[in-house]
Protein backbone atom coordinates (compact mmCIF):
# COMPACT_ATOMS: atom_id res chain seq x y z
CA UNK A 1 0.00 0.00 0.00
CA UNK A 2 0.79 3.77 -1.04
CA UNK A 3 2.01 5.57 2.23
CA UNK A 4 3.31 8.64 0.48
CA UNK A 5 1.02 11.66 1.97
CA UNK A 6 0.39 13.95 -0.69
CA UNK A 7 -2.67 15.40 -0.26
CA UNK A 8 -3.57 16.68 3.12
CA UNK A 9 -6.99 18.29 3.46
CA UNK A 10 -7.70 21.70 5.94
CA UNK A 11 -11.48 22.25 7.85
CA UNK A 12 -12.16 24.51 9.94
CA UNK A 13 -16.11 23.46 12.11
CA UNK A 14 -18.22 25.02 14.65
CA UNK A 15 -18.21 27.94 16.12
CA UNK A 16 -15.03 29.99 14.78
CA UNK A 17 -12.58 31.53 17.35
CA UNK A 18 -9.58 34.35 16.61
CA UNK A 19 -6.38 32.74 15.32
CA UNK A 20 -8.21 29.90 13.15
CA UNK A 21 -6.69 31.82 10.01
CA UNK A 22 -3.32 32.03 11.49
CA UNK A 23 -4.11 28.04 11.74
CA UNK A 24 -4.93 27.42 8.48
CA UNK A 25 -1.67 29.79 7.19
CA UNK A 26 0.79 27.67 9.25
CA UNK A 27 -0.88 24.15 7.75
CA UNK A 28 -1.06 24.96 4.44
CA UNK A 29 3.02 26.65 4.75
CA UNK A 30 3.93 23.80 6.35
CA UNK A 31 2.40 21.19 4.00
CA UNK A 32 4.17 22.90 0.87
CA UNK A 33 7.48 23.56 2.88
CA UNK A 34 6.81 19.37 2.66
CA UNK A 35 5.92 19.38 -1.03
CA UNK A 36 2.29 17.97 -0.07
CA UNK A 37 -0.95 20.07 -1.62
CA UNK A 38 -3.28 21.60 0.60
CA UNK A 39 -6.31 21.27 0.26
CA UNK A 40 -9.11 23.28 1.55
CA UNK A 41 -12.29 22.34 2.82
CA UNK A 42 -15.41 24.58 2.70
CA UNK A 43 -18.01 24.76 5.77
CA UNK A 44 -16.58 22.15 7.95
CA UNK A 45 -17.70 18.32 7.19
CA UNK A 46 -20.40 19.61 5.50
CA UNK A 47 -17.71 20.63 2.70
CA UNK A 48 -16.16 17.30 3.09
CA UNK A 49 -19.46 15.44 2.54
CA UNK A 50 -20.50 17.54 -0.31
CA UNK A 51 -16.98 17.22 -1.56
CA UNK A 52 -16.25 21.33 -1.51
CA UNK A 53 -12.78 21.98 -1.94
CA UNK A 54 -10.42 24.08 -3.43
CA UNK A 55 -6.27 23.80 -3.66
CA UNK A 56 -4.26 25.97 -1.81
CA UNK A 57 -0.56 27.51 -2.07
CA UNK A 58 0.81 30.62 -0.22
CA UNK A 59 -1.37 33.38 -2.44
CA UNK A 60 -3.76 31.69 -0.76
CA UNK A 61 -2.52 32.73 2.84
CA UNK A 62 -1.12 35.65 1.98
CA UNK A 63 -1.77 38.58 5.16
CA UNK A 64 -4.36 35.51 6.59
CA UNK A 65 -2.51 35.84 10.62
CA UNK A 66 -4.34 38.89 10.81
CA UNK A 67 -7.72 38.31 9.96
CA UNK A 68 -10.40 37.27 12.24
CA UNK A 69 -13.08 34.51 11.41
CA UNK A 70 -11.96 31.45 9.28
CA UNK A 71 -11.30 32.43 5.13
CA UNK A 72 -12.82 28.34 5.12
CA UNK A 73 -16.04 29.03 6.50
CA UNK A 74 -17.22 26.90 9.45
CA UNK A 75 -20.74 25.35 9.82
CA UNK A 76 -21.81 22.37 12.26
CA UNK A 77 -22.98 19.40 10.53
CA UNK A 78 -25.96 17.07 11.92
CA UNK A 79 -25.15 14.48 9.17
CA UNK A 80 -21.76 13.83 10.03
CA UNK A 81 -23.05 12.16 13.14
CA UNK A 82 -24.59 9.62 11.58
CA UNK A 83 -22.25 6.63 10.00
CA UNK A 84 -23.97 7.23 6.59
CA UNK A 85 -22.47 11.01 6.76
CA UNK A 86 -19.10 10.03 7.92
CA UNK A 87 -18.75 6.84 5.09
CA UNK A 88 -19.55 9.50 2.15
CA UNK A 89 -16.59 12.27 3.62
CA UNK A 90 -14.57 9.17 3.20
CA UNK A 91 -15.53 8.20 -0.28
CA UNK A 92 -14.82 12.59 -1.07
CA UNK A 93 -11.33 11.76 0.55
CA UNK A 94 -10.49 8.92 -1.48
CA UNK A 95 -12.41 10.81 -4.81
CA UNK A 96 -10.09 14.18 -4.06
CA UNK A 97 -7.30 12.02 -3.21
CA UNK A 98 -7.13 13.39 0.30
CA UNK A 99 -4.68 11.46 2.00
CA UNK A 100 -5.16 12.89 5.73
CA UNK A 101 -7.64 15.64 7.29
CA UNK A 102 -6.45 18.58 9.89
CA UNK A 103 -9.38 19.62 11.80
CA UNK A 104 -9.59 22.75 13.26
CA UNK A 105 -11.98 23.22 15.70
CA UNK A 106 -13.76 22.80 19.53
CA UNK A 107 -15.02 19.36 21.07
CA UNK A 108 -17.54 18.74 18.09
CA UNK A 109 -14.77 19.40 15.62
CA UNK A 110 -12.79 16.89 17.66
CA UNK A 111 -15.91 14.19 18.01
CA UNK A 112 -16.04 14.55 14.13
CA UNK A 113 -11.92 13.56 13.59
CA UNK A 114 -12.46 11.07 16.01
CA UNK A 115 -15.25 9.34 13.78
CA UNK A 116 -13.35 10.44 10.62
CA UNK A 117 -10.26 8.41 11.92
CA UNK A 118 -12.06 5.49 13.47
CA UNK A 119 -12.88 5.36 9.58
CA UNK A 120 -9.71 4.94 8.11
CA UNK A 121 -8.98 8.77 7.47
CA UNK A 122 -5.22 9.81 8.74
CA UNK A 123 -6.46 12.99 11.05
CA UNK A 124 -5.25 15.58 13.06
CA UNK A 125 -6.91 18.43 15.32
CA UNK A 126 -6.20 21.64 16.05
CA UNK A 127 -7.79 23.12 19.06
CA UNK A 128 -9.44 26.38 18.18
CA UNK A 129 -12.20 27.10 20.58
CA UNK A 130 -12.70 30.11 22.95
CA UNK A 131 -14.24 27.37 25.47
CA UNK A 132 -10.83 26.11 26.80
CA UNK A 133 -12.41 22.91 26.90
CA UNK A 134 -10.18 20.13 24.77
CA UNK A 135 -7.96 18.01 27.10
CA UNK A 136 -4.60 17.92 27.11
CA UNK A 137 -4.40 21.74 26.06
CA UNK A 138 -3.28 24.28 28.54
CA UNK A 139 -4.54 27.39 25.68
CA UNK A 140 -6.49 26.69 23.22
CA UNK A 141 -6.08 28.94 20.47
CA UNK A 142 -9.13 32.24 20.53
CA UNK A 143 -9.13 31.97 24.30
CA UNK A 144 -6.78 34.31 25.21
CA UNK A 145 -7.99 36.97 23.14
CA UNK A 146 -11.61 36.43 24.00
CA UNK A 147 -10.85 36.31 27.79
CA UNK A 148 -8.68 39.96 27.20
CA UNK A 149 -12.09 41.21 24.92
CA UNK A 150 -14.60 40.38 27.80
CA UNK A 151 -12.23 41.74 30.42
CA UNK A 152 -11.39 45.35 28.24
CA UNK A 153 -15.53 45.29 28.10
CA UNK A 154 -15.95 44.59 31.93
CA UNK A 155 -13.04 46.98 32.95
CA UNK A 156 -15.17 49.55 30.89
CA UNK A 157 -18.51 48.90 32.18
CA UNK A 158 -16.72 49.21 36.05
CA UNK A 159 -16.57 52.56 35.12
CA UNK A 160 -20.22 53.53 35.35
CA UNK A 161 -20.93 50.73 38.15
CA UNK A 162 -18.89 52.74 40.15
CA UNK A 163 -20.49 55.94 38.91
CA UNK A 164 -24.43 54.83 40.04
CA UNK A 165 -22.93 52.29 42.79
CA UNK A 166 -24.48 49.55 40.90
CA UNK A 167 -23.76 45.71 40.98
CA UNK A 168 -23.70 44.35 37.04
CA UNK A 169 -24.15 40.67 35.97
CA UNK A 170 -22.45 40.22 32.91
CA UNK A 171 -22.67 36.70 30.95
CA UNK A 172 -19.22 35.47 29.04
CA UNK A 173 -19.25 32.44 26.48
CA UNK A 174 -17.89 29.18 27.20
CA UNK A 175 -21.35 26.56 25.77
CA UNK A 176 -20.94 24.03 29.27
CA UNK A 177 -17.73 24.80 29.87
CA UNK A 178 -16.72 27.70 32.38
CA UNK A 179 -12.71 27.86 32.35
CA UNK A 180 -13.36 31.64 29.89
CA UNK A 181 -16.08 32.31 33.17
CA UNK A 182 -13.20 31.43 35.57
CA UNK A 183 -10.05 33.31 33.82
CA UNK A 184 -12.33 36.58 32.89
CA UNK A 185 -13.60 36.83 36.51
CA UNK A 186 -10.28 36.60 38.20
CA UNK A 187 -8.56 38.97 36.09
CA UNK A 188 -11.67 41.35 36.78
CA UNK A 189 -11.75 40.69 40.50
CA UNK A 190 -15.87 39.44 40.07
CA UNK A 191 -17.45 39.70 43.56
CA UNK A 192 -18.79 36.18 42.28
CA UNK A 193 -17.97 33.83 39.06
CA UNK A 194 -21.12 31.22 38.49
CA UNK A 195 -19.69 28.15 36.42
CA UNK A 196 -21.56 25.27 35.37
CA UNK A 197 -19.54 22.76 36.74
CA UNK A 198 -20.69 23.70 39.95
CA UNK A 199 -24.13 23.95 41.90
CA UNK A 200 -24.84 26.84 43.26
CA UNK A 201 -26.24 27.99 46.28
CA UNK A 202 -27.33 31.94 45.29
CA UNK A 203 -27.74 33.23 48.90
CA UNK A 204 -24.84 32.15 50.21
CA UNK A 205 -22.71 32.24 46.69
CA UNK A 206 -24.10 35.92 45.54
CA UNK A 207 -25.74 37.74 48.11
CA UNK A 208 -23.57 36.86 51.14
CA UNK A 209 -20.58 38.06 48.83
CA UNK A 210 -22.43 40.97 47.88
CA UNK A 211 -23.22 41.62 51.78
CA UNK A 212 -19.82 40.98 52.81
CA UNK A 213 -18.34 43.71 50.78
CA UNK A 214 -20.48 45.90 51.58
CA UNK A 215 -19.65 45.83 54.90
CA UNK A 216 -16.53 46.60 54.19
CA UNK A 217 -16.86 49.47 51.89
CA UNK A 218 -17.38 48.13 48.29
CA UNK A 219 -20.00 50.11 46.07
CA UNK A 220 -19.89 48.75 42.85
CA UNK A 221 -19.91 44.70 42.23
CA UNK A 222 -19.55 42.21 39.32
CA UNK A 223 -21.08 38.94 38.78
CA UNK A 224 -19.65 37.00 36.10
CA UNK A 225 -22.22 33.91 34.85
CA UNK A 226 -21.22 31.36 32.43
CA UNK A 227 -23.27 30.41 29.31
CA UNK A 228 -23.93 27.27 30.59
CA UNK A 229 -24.56 28.59 33.91
CA UNK A 230 -28.73 28.13 33.04
CA UNK A 231 -31.19 28.66 36.22
CA UNK A 232 -32.43 24.87 36.66
CA UNK A 233 -34.54 25.96 39.87
CA UNK A 234 -32.74 25.41 43.40
CA UNK A 235 -28.79 24.95 43.11
Same mark, same amino acid.
Given at each position: !??? &? @? *? *? +?? +??? %???? #??? !??A #? &?? =? =? @?? %????KGITPVGIHRGYNGLIQGDTVEMNARSVNGLSERGGTILYTARCKEFTTDEGVQQAVRTCRYAGIDGVIAIGGDGTFRGAQKLSAAGVNTVGVPATIDNDIGCSHYTIGFDTAANTAIQCIDKLSDTMQSHERASVVEVMGRHAGHLAVYVGLAVGATAILVPEFPVDFERDVIERVRQGKYRGKRHFVIVVAEGRRPHGPG
Open positions: !MDK &I @V *R *R +IG +ILT %SGGD #APG !MN #A &IR =A =A @VR %SCLQ
